[in-house]
């Protein structure tokens, strides 16, 4: 069984790679991948490139699916906003979840359970949140708030410090 740090690095990398996430359509499919290139087509024919990195993912995330439904849960109800600073394009992503709001880097979460995962251990921690926005980014449909540089940096004072959460 892969390790988190190698599970997060995948789950980055595929949500980022389409040619990567193509690349399992046979395996997925129970094909034999050995089959070619004519085999993998045949395999995503059919296949959207949302459905299959949700097959993808669903597959890697077996030990718990709780992460993937709950990712796929903020995305279903728009919770997810990408915050870009104009002149420096600097950005961030902003998760409501409940009456909450979570600041998002590429490896970071202001949540609580992320926060307290990151003081137990050394490795890299995927919480709820970020999977959503790396799946959000994936298919595109983040919501873009673009804001002054000064704005910018008001929302990222008020993100907490992992030792303040």
Known sequence: MASSADLCQFVSEICANAELLRSFAPELDGQDASRGPEAAEA????LSHRRLLIRVLNFML???RSLLENALRLLDRGRI??????KSGRSFFSVASGHQSFSCFSEYCSCKTFVEAA????RPFLCAHLLATKIATAWGVLEVDTVSDST?????????????A
């Open 119 to 122: 003081k137990e251990s050394p």
């Open 152 to 164: 910018f940096s008001a929302h990222l004072s008020k993100v907490p410090c992992p030792g303040e």
């Open 43 to 46: 395999a995503l024919e059919g």
């Open 62 to 64: 077996h030990d718990d």
């Open 81 to 86: 906003r990408k915050v870009c600073a104009e």
